[in-house]
């Protein structure tokens, strides 16, 4: 005996996606500035932060691609259609960012060695540029970023490219003052040691996701509990809770009732769904409602 709650397929980040498109305008307009700036200027520092900006591009490209395609219907083959694909796209940008890290770090090292000359003024014009669009960035993805794990992870990247910028508009200030040239090459070496913790933590929410572990925000021992509290209710077994794309948790369990409660089936399955959605906002859950001594006849999968 199984009940479930209809639930709709749009995700966090489909109802966020003008929030990803307009980032992304903006995120192309700086890199374009950034691109021609370093070309003028020499400066390392504006390139990497041309190539973070492209690579954050790129990403914000693949969120509005999986958001699409995790829009799609559901089918026999795919039940929960592919709202997954979200969670790929985040894992996807985050190790861009770690690729984009190390290719920053060797040349910024080649360059301590070696410095080359960089026209101070560009570098502080043009990342002043590029911090004005990624505060406006910013702000525009602010409102979604709690709600996907995908728009999170565009707003990190923005983030980066945000403080990325004030590196880059402080380094080249002091290399227009001062003459020395291997800040550029610091700068560089900063803005990378800022943006791989963010990109880990990206990555370690994609993977937590993906291997279907117990959301963060769910205690399962306090969810039983909680169940054991209905009225009628035994036992709880095979709990298990894991989430499909951001926003949408998803649980199953066996439920052993009092034999007199069987015969109200609806009822008893209405006060658990109740339960879950108001207490742990868990809108699709898969109950079995068991008689007492049905686990005698489970397999040993089942605990």
């Not at 003008?18 to 307009?29: D, K």
């Not at 590029?130 to 702000?139: D, K």
Request: proline share 4%; net charge negative; hydrophobic share 55%.
């Amino acid at each position: 005996m199984g009940h479930g709650h209809g639930h709709g397929h749009a995700t966090a980040a489909a109802a966020n996606r003008w929030r990803l498109a307009a980032a992304l305008a903006l995120m192309l307009g700086v890199a374009v500035v950034q691109v021609a700036g370093a070309a003028t200027s020499g400066s390392l520092a504006l390139l990497a932060d041309a190539g973070h900006t492209v690579a954050d591009s790129f990403g914000v490209v693949l969120a509005l691609v999986a958001v699409w395609v995790a829009a799609r219907p559901p089918s026999a083959d795919r039940t929960f259609g592919l709202q997954r694909a979200e969670v790929l796209a985040a894992a996807l940008n985050a190790l861009t960012l770690f690729a984009l890290c190390g290719f920053v770090a060797v040349e910024a090292v080649r360059r301590l060695l070696d410095p080359q000359p960089v026209a101070g003024p560009w570098v502080a014009a043009v990342a002043a540029v590029g911090l004005a669009a990624n505060v406006v960035a910013l702000l525009v993805l602010r409102g979604g970023q709690r709600d996907s794990l995908n728009v999170r992870g565009a707003y990190l990247e923005v983030m980066g490219d945000a403080l990325a910028s004030v590196g880059v508009l402080v380094g080249g200030g002091l290399i227009w003052l001062t003459g020395w040239e291997r800040v550029d090459s610091l700068v560089s070496l900063a803005v990378s040691a800022f943006i791989v913790p963010r990109a880990w933590s990206l990555l370690r929410e994609a993977v937590h996701v993906l291997l279907e572990a117990t959301p963060r925000n769910v205690d399962l021992d306090e969810v039983r509990a909680h169940l054991m509290r209905q009225p009628g209710v035994l036992d709880v077994h095979d709990l298990h809770a894991w989430t499909i794309t951001s926003g949408t948790p998803v649980m199953s369990a066996h439920v052993v009732v009092e034999d007199g409660r069987l015969a109200d089936a609806g009822r008893v399955l209405d006060d658990l769904h109740a339960c879950l959605s108001g207490h742990f906002d868990v809108e699709h859950s898969t109950l079995q409602l068991e008689p007492a001594g049905h686990v005698e006849h489970e397999g040993p999968c089942h605990a």
